[in-house]
């Protein structure tokens, strides 16, 4: 069965804003973090930010740094990305993820990782 949801991804013009949620199913007491991903063909899924979900510390990646703002409601285990400012570079399919406790390696490592969403895709027109 389904067990991350995605939503909100589509398509917006250049400075526009978008925003994504992701409801997990699973693992919901086990998860300590949850996180986006992105990947464009040819290339390797990059984390773009991730949050811890008991003191929600957020950490980013420079190219989203002060433009994507990650948040999480515990109480129904969704995590949102919203995306402003968007630029043509940030086309991509996104993708959430989480990952378990005990889980070792850095968090921005989609290998450490346990369960992914479908991926929505995002596209930024100039």
């Known amino acids: 069965q389904v067990q991350l949801v995605e939503s909100g991804g589509g398509s917006v013009q250049a400075g526009g804003s978008l925003r994504l949620s992701c409801a997990s199913s699973?693992?919901?007491?086990?998860?300590?973090?949850m996180g986006w991903f992105r990947q464009t063909p040819g290339k390797e899924r990059e984390a773009i930010a991730t949050i811890h979900k008991g003191s929600a510390n957020a950490i980013y990646a420079d190219s989203v740094k002060g433009r994507f703002t990650i948040s999480i409601d515990k109480t129904v285990n969704t995590v949102y990305l919203q995306m402003n400012s968007l630029k043509p570079e940030d086309t991509a399919i996104y993708y959430c993820a989480t990952r378990v406790r005990g889980r070792l390696g850095s968090v921005f490592g989609p290998e450490t990782y346990d369960r992914w969403g479908q991926g929505t895709q995002v596209t930024v027109s100039s």
């Open positions: 699973a693992d919901t007491d086990r998860i300590n973090y």
